[in-house]
T-cell receptor, first 112, second 115 residues
Framework: DAKTTQPPSMDCAEGRAANLPCNHS???????VYWYRQIHSQGPQYIIH???NNETNEMAALIITEDRKSSTLILPHATLRDTAVYYC?????????????FGKGTKLTVNP | EPEVTQTPSHQVTQMGQEVILRCVPI?????FYWYRQILGQKVEFLVS????????KSEIFDDQFSVERPDGSNFTLKIRSTKLEDSAMYFC?????????????FGPGTRLLVL
């Protein structure tokens, strides 16, 4: 699975958009970008995933650059409950290993 | 919304003792996983389990560890002789199908402390 690079920490004001970047310059054509988050001491929670098109769901939006070497997770209106560690994971969607490989992620702090 | 549950939430044990961590996966799920997270470190994959067999395991998952689905609802992780370095949060996860990452649901975790 391709390696990802994320900033160790970010801050965001409550109600503003939080934009979390991820670099995955060695991503290959059949690898997806997944985002998970872990609120303090809880189990990781799936947020969103995509291959090459931008994706949106009720939690977030995922913007993937045209060359697929980086992506941005957007939380449109961050709340205090969005304070968490956010993980960007790149892996093959089908046929590959089942395991999730977590890096250190980005610790997002949403401030009042 | 269905959820994965884990018991106990906290466990304290003496080094060398056996512990069993329990998980109740979501009822229609067929694939089960254990991960662990040592305090302040990354979440690490331990093992995946399907059809009463281990399908993948990490190098962490040595002979001291075993998994079982004893009764069709519980999924357990046993550590035979705990070591200090086994102290961690242990997360169970389940999924309805293989490689469906968006549907790999995690439980709240069991915090294990080995003294």
């Amino acid at each position: 699975d391709a390696k990802t690079t994320q900033p160790p920490s970010m801050d965001c004001a409550e109600g503003r958009a939080a934009n979390l970047p991820c670099n995955h310059s060695t991503i290959s054509g059949n690898e997806y970008v997944y985002w998970y988050r872990q609120i303090h001491s809880q189990g990781p929670q799936y947020i969103i995933h995509g291959l090459k098109n931008n994706e949106t769901n009720e939690m977030a939006a995922l913007i993937i650059t045209e060359d697929r070497k980086s992506s941005t997770l957007i939380l449109p209106h961050a709340t205090l409950r969005d304070t968490a560690v956010y993980y960007c994971i790149v892996r093959v969607g089908e046929g590959g290993s089942e395991k999730l490989v977590f890096g250190k992620g980005t610790k997002l702090t949403v401030n009042p | 919304e269905p959820e994965v549950t884990q018991t106990p939430s906290h466990q304290v044990t003496q080094m060398g003792q056996e512990v069993i961590l329990r998980c109740v996966p979501i009822s229609n799920h067929l694939y089960f996983y254990w991960y662990r997270q040592i305090l302040g470190q990354k979440v690490e994959f331990l093992v995946s389990f399907y059809n009463n067999e281990i399908s993948e395991k990490s190098e962490i998952f040595d002979d001291q560890f075993s998994v079982e689905r004893p009764d069709g609802s519980n999924f357990t992780l046993k550590i035979r002789s705990t070591k200090l370095e086994d102290s961690a949060m242990y997360f169970c996860a389940s999924a309805p199908r293989r490689n469906a990452l968006e549907t790999q649901y995690f439980g709240p975790g069991t915090r294990l402390l080995v003294l």
